[in-house]
C-alpha cells in the first residue's frame, strides 16, 4: 500500500508561502487562527465538564465567572489574533463594533470572524465551527478605520472555518485551492487530511430549515417543490443540522445545496462572517455562492453586521436557482 506523506499544517503554510514568496506576516496570521482553534477544541471537547454551559453570570465550583462557550471563543480569537502584530483590526459577529488592535496599528491584515457559529447546538453535543475571513489592508498610509472592514468578498485574500465534530478540521483557501487539516488531539497537531478538496459537481443534498417554508417567498417555494420532485429520479437526499459549517462542510465533500432563503423578507445569515468566507472557499473548490439574484462575492457590504440570503452549493444548482428565481419572480 502507498505511504502518504503526512504533512503538518506549519509545513503546509511554510511550503506555500515558498512557492508564493509570501512575506511570512500572512503566514503569522494563520498560525494564530490555528492556536485559535485548537484552544477552542479543547473547550468544546470538555464543555459539560467544565460547566460552562449555560448563561453568563453563573458562577463556577471555584468561585470564577461561568462564561458562555461563544463568548470565550470570541475572546480566544481576539486574544490570538493580537498577539502575532499582523492583524490592525478584527470584527466578529459578537460585537457590535471592531476591536482595533492597539499593539499593531501597522498590522497588514483585518480578520473578521464567527467564533462559534450554530452555538444553538452546543449544548446538544452538535458539531459547531467557527469561520474566518482575512483581508489585506487597503490603505497603510493612515490608520485603519471601521469602514476598512466592508469589503467585497471577491477582496479576501483568505478564508476559513473550523468545525469541532468527530473530529476537529480546519478548511482554508487563500485562493489557491481548498485544504483541510484535521486536528491530532494527542499532538495538538493539525495534519493535512483533505488535499485540494473539489465539490462534486453532482447535486446529493439540500439542506434548508423546513419549518420556514411557508415564509420563503413565493418563487423560493416553488423552486423547493419543483427540487422536491426531482429528488426522488435524481437521487437527492436532504439533511439538515442547523450549523452552518456542519452542513456546509458536508455539502462540499459530497455535493450539497444550503439554502437560507429571507424569512417573511428578512434574511439571517451574515455577508461578512458567513456568507463570504464559505462564497470565496465554495467558488474556490468549483461551487458557487448567490443570494439568489447576484454573486455573494459582488456584494458591496455597507454595515458590518448585514445579513443576506445564501444558497451556495454545486455552479450548476447555482445558476439553475438564479434563473428560476428570476424567472418565476412575482411583481
Ligand atoms: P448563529 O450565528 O446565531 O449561531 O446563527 C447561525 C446559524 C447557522 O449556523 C445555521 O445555518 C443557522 O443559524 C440555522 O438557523 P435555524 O436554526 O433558523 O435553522
Ligand atoms: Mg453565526
Given at each position: 500500500m502507498e505511504r502518504k506523506e503526512i504533512i503538518t499544517l506549519e509545513e503546509f503554510i511554510i511550503q506555500r508561502e515558498k512557492a508564493e514568496e509570501g512575506s511570512g506576516a500572512f503566514s503569522q496570521v494563520l498560525r494564530d487562527i490555528a492556536l485559535a482553534a485548537r484552544i477552542i477544541h479543547f473547550h468544546v471537547n470538555r464543555a459539560g465538564l467544565e460547566d460552562i454551559l449555560g448563561s453568563t453570570g453563573r458562577v463556577n465550583v471555584q468561585g470564577e465567572e461561568v462564561q458562555k462557550l461563544d463568548e470565550f471563543a470570541n475572546e480566544v480569537f481576539r486574544k490570538a489574533l493580537s498577539r502575532g502584530?499582523?492583524?490592525c483590526m478584527v470584527a466578529s459577529e459578537e460585537d457590535e463594533e471592531p476591536?482595533?488592535?492597539?499593539n499593531a496599528p501597522a498590522g497588514k491584515y483585518i480578520v473578521l470572524y464567527d467564533p462559534l457559529d450554530g452555538s444553538s447546538n452546543i449544548d446538544v453535543n452538535v458539531p459547531i465551527g467557527s469561520i474566518f475571513s482575512i483581508y489585506q489592508r487597503k490603505d497603510m498610509m493612515r490608520p485603519v478605520q471601521k469602514e476598512d472592514a466592508l469589503r467585497k468578498g471577491v477582496e479576501q485574500i483568505a478564508a476559513g472555518y473550523i468545525i469541532y465534530g468527530s473530529s476537529t478540521l480546519l478548511v482554508y483557501t487563500a485562493g489557491n485551492g481548498v485544504n483541510g487539516f484535521t486536528l491530532d488531539p494527542s499532538y495538538g497537531e493539525f495534519f493535512l487530511s483533505h488535499p485540494n478538496i473539489q465539490m462534486p459537481s453532482k447535486l446529493k443534498y439540500y439542506s434548508f430549515n423546513d419549518a420556514n417554508f411557508n415564509k420563503f417567498s413565493p418563487e423560493v417555494q416553488r423552486y423547493i417543490e419543483d427540487l422536491r420532485k426531482r429528488a426522488v429520479e435524481e437521487k437527492i437526499s436532504s439533511r439538515y443540522v442547523g450549523s452552518l459549517v456542519a452542513d456546509f462542510h458536508r455539502n462540499l465533500?459530497?455535493?450539497g445545496l444550503f439554502m437560507y432563503p429571507a424569512v417573511s423578507g428578512k434574511p439571517k445569515l451574515r455577508l461578512l462572517y458567513e456568507a463570504?468566507?464559505?462564497?470565496?472557499?465554495?467558488?474556490?473548490?468549483g461551487g458557487a455562492?448567490?443570494?439568489g439574484t447576484?454573486?455573494?462575492l459582488t456584494i458591496q457590504p455597507q454595515q458590518l453586521h448585514q445579513r443576506v440570503p445564501l444558497f451556495i452549493g454545486p455552479k450548476d444548482e447555482i445558476q439553475k436557482?438564479?434563473?428560476y428565481l428570476l424567472t418565476h419572480q412575482t411583481a
Open positions: 502584530g499582523q492583524v476591536t482595533f488592535i492597539e465533500l459530497k455535493g463570504n468566507p464559505m462564497a470565496f472557499i465554495v467558488e474556490q473548490a455562492a448567490s443570494d447576484q454573486n455573494i436557482i438564479q434563473s
